[in-house]
């Protein structure tokens, strides 16, 4: 069974950077698309970027220029290094695979916090 964890959020000031991992085991990692999503509080989670199994990216308009989205396909880990972070960027962080154009598996990771204060 897939296992996905996310790490390396935290509380950081307007302005700052993070570098968000997620750890994939149990998947076929090397030949899939994956993505990070995020929730805010009170809000549905959104799509925030994708990587394909080619390294082609694509970004949601409100971080383009901001984060970046890479992929070490020999440790199967995605990352999304985060820049010039906003107070909207504040949410549980999440990564997922996808297939045909959706979220491929059904159990999420724990996903990790990120916090931006003003």
């Known amino acids: 069974q897939v296992q996905l964890v996310e790490s390396g959020g935290g509380l950081v000031q307007a302005g700052g950077s993070l570098r968000l991992s997620c750890a994939a085991s149990g998947t076929t990692f090397i030949s899939e698309p994956w993505a990070w999503w995020r929730q805010a509080p009170g809000k549905q989670r959104e799509w925030v970027a994708t990587?394909?199994?080619?390294?082609?990216?694509n970004y949601r308009d409100s971080v383009k220029g901001r984060f970046s989205i890479s992929r070490d396909n020999a440790k199967n880990t995605v990352y999304l290094q985060m820049n010039s972070l906003k107070p909207e960027d504040t949410a549980v962080y999440y990564c997922n695979a996808i297939r045909d154009g959706a979220v491929k598996f059904n159990n999420w990771g724990q996903g990790t916090q990120v916090t931006v204060s003003s």
């Open positions: 990587i394909t199994s080619g390294g082609i990216t």
